[in-house]
């Protein structure tokens, strides 16, 4: 059974660092691009970033470039976001969701039940 | 970026109602968009990719048509289960973008 499970979420300051884990399983992670998408409450889906299956390609949302890093280490079937310089906007549930690759584009077919990140002084 | 814009944003039905979604790109995505549903406190769940392929395990009530800058979910027939917010989003370029949500209630 397909499983991604996000961790990390807090209440942090702004400014302030967290770092998002995803623990993936149930198929063979190395060969599947990843993302994290957010919501922030009572909002809608927002994407965030993605990272390739080999992780030489990594793409952001402008709204996080430069403050977010997304990284994968597939010995340990896991995707990780560390997020820097988090503003309250950042404020959301973070969802990490496994790539599909279909007619030459990724599609996301599991989502995790995600991680809230709140972001507040 | 590519907007993508969905109307109704709300919608009123009832059980055994047709329901016809549609989403609108701000320029050409041929076929690369999909539809997900979410329910309250719970992860989107993948319906429809590359326009009109139906994701595994989705009933046969839901489908999806279009290309170009024009894409449409419909539900044939309107169940209890479907009452949620249904989202497109364009994998064509990024930064992916989604639609602005469609809420379908119980009338």
């Known amino acids: 059974e397909v499983q991604t499970l996000e961790s990390g979420g807090d209440l942090v300051q702004p400014g302030g660092s967290l770092s998002l884990s995803c623990a993936a399983s149930?198929?063979?992670?190395?060969?599947?691009?990843m993302s994290w998408v957010r919501q922030a409450p009572g909002r809608g889906l927002q994407w965030v970033s993605t990272?390739?299956?080999?992780?030489?390609?990594?793409f952001y949302a402008d709204s996080v470039k430069g403050r977010f890093t997304i990284s994968r280490d597939n010995s340990k079937n896991t995707l990780y976001l560390q997020m820097n310089s988090l503003r309250a906007e950042d404020t959301a549930v973070y969802y990490c969701?496994?790539?599909?690759?279909?007619?030459?584009?990724?599609?996301?077919?599991?989502w995790g039940q995600g991680t809230l990140v709140t972001v507040s002084s | 970026d590519i907007q993508l814009t969905q109307s109704p944003s709300f919608l009123s039905a009832s059980v055994g109602d047709r329901v016809t979604i549609t989403c609108r790109a701000s320029?050409?995505?041929?076929?690369?968009l999909a539809w997900s549903q979410q329910k309250p406190g719970k992860a989107p769940k993948l319906l429809i990719y590359?326009?009109?392929t139906l994701q595994s395990g989705v009933p046969s009530r839901f489908s999806g048509s279009g290309s170009g800058t024009e894409f449409t979910l419909t539900i044939s027939s309107l169940q209890p289960e479907d009452f949620a917010t249904y989202y497109c989003?364009?994998?064509?370029?990024?930064?992916?973008?989604f639609g602005g949500g469609t809420k379908v209630e119980i009338k």
């Open positions: 969701a496994k790539g599909l690759w279909y007619s030459t584009a990724w599609y996301y077919d599991y």
């Open positions: 149930g198929f063979t992670f190395s060969n599947f691009a």
């Open positions: 990272i390739g299956a080999a992780t030489t390609n990594t």
């Open positions: 320029q050409g995505i041929s076929s690369y």
């Open positions: 590359a326009a009109s």
């Open positions: 989003q364009q994998v064509n370029t990024y930064p992916l973008t």
